[in-house]
């Protein structure tokens, strides 16, 4: 089984910094890398058009206020939208970024990340596509590798066929009972699970297996503190300023 080498940092930005500024924009990235961050984790969506764009939502009102889904709204739709008022006043303006745009920030910055595939059913293999193209063209070999994951196996799978030299992570709410054959299937290079459900014999489980562990989203210096101490190797946190601060 090949498992890329990776270097996974201790805290990782959930969306960005998600309550530091705006999820899932560029404000988010900056804020991430000025708060120490390594590593930031985000989600991607395909617009109706197929552009790969970072949102986590499937419906637009919560970030944004406009009514309907990112998957059945134009690009040039999406990027009139504001997605940092929400947040704050100050954030006004800040735009849905394209997973290009989070490319060369994040190159620029020395952000490596952790690639969230969110597609609509049946589009798994067109958001797949959009991704790999990006990442083989705009995010070569000596930047920091990049962990690109997804909670939608069949998104996993054609992201895995399309760019087999990307690590990708294993993400789950809880591991199944057959875990590590999807694992092994997948080439998974670590493990992501839900912190709320993580059992300390899930933890050694994995561990024997080899494999690094992450686990989300933890917003609390103790509880860090207890998911450090069982053997989890990292951490997914929206505040990952406090997160780091405890370590
Ligand atoms: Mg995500």
């Known amino acids: 089984m090949s498992r890329p080498d990776l270097h996974l940092p201790k805290v990782i930005g959930h969306r960005g910094a998600a309550l530091r500024a705006p999820e899932n924009t560029l404000a988010g990235f900056r804020k991430a890398a000025e708060l120490g961050c390594r590593m930031v984790e985000f989600d991607v969506r395909l617009s109706l058009d197929d552009r790969p764009v970072i949102f986590h939502d499937d ?14 709204t134009l690009f040039s739709d999406l990027k009139s939208l504001d997605a940092g008022a929400h947040f704050a006043p100050a954030y006004r303006g800040e735009a849905i970024p394209s997973l290009e745009e989070a490319l060369a920030l994040l190159k620029t910055l020395e952000l490596a990340f952790d690639l969230e595939l969110k597609a609509e059913p049946g589009r798994e293999g067109r958001l797949a596509e959009a991704v790999a193209r990006a990442l083989l063209r705009l995010w070569p070999g000596d930047l920091p590798a990049p962990l690109v994951t997804s909670f939608q196996p069949d998104a996993a799978a054609a992201f895995q066929r399309l760019a087999p030299d990307v690590p990708r992570g294993y993400l789950v709410e809880v591991l199944p009972r057959d875990w590590r054959r999807v694992a092994e299937r997948l080439g998974a290079a670590a493990v992501i699970c839900n912190q709320r459900l993580l059992s300390l014999d899930a933890v050694r489980a994995v561990k024997a297996a080899g494999y690094p562990l992450l686990a989300y989203t933890v917003n609390h210096a103790a509880r860090a503190g207890e998911l450090f101490a069982l053997g989890v190797d990292g951490l997914i946190s929206d505040m990952p300023d406090a997160i780091m601060a405890a370590l």
């Open 59 to 72: 419906q637009l009102e919560r970030v944004t206020g406009a009514k309907g889904a990112v998957g059945a």
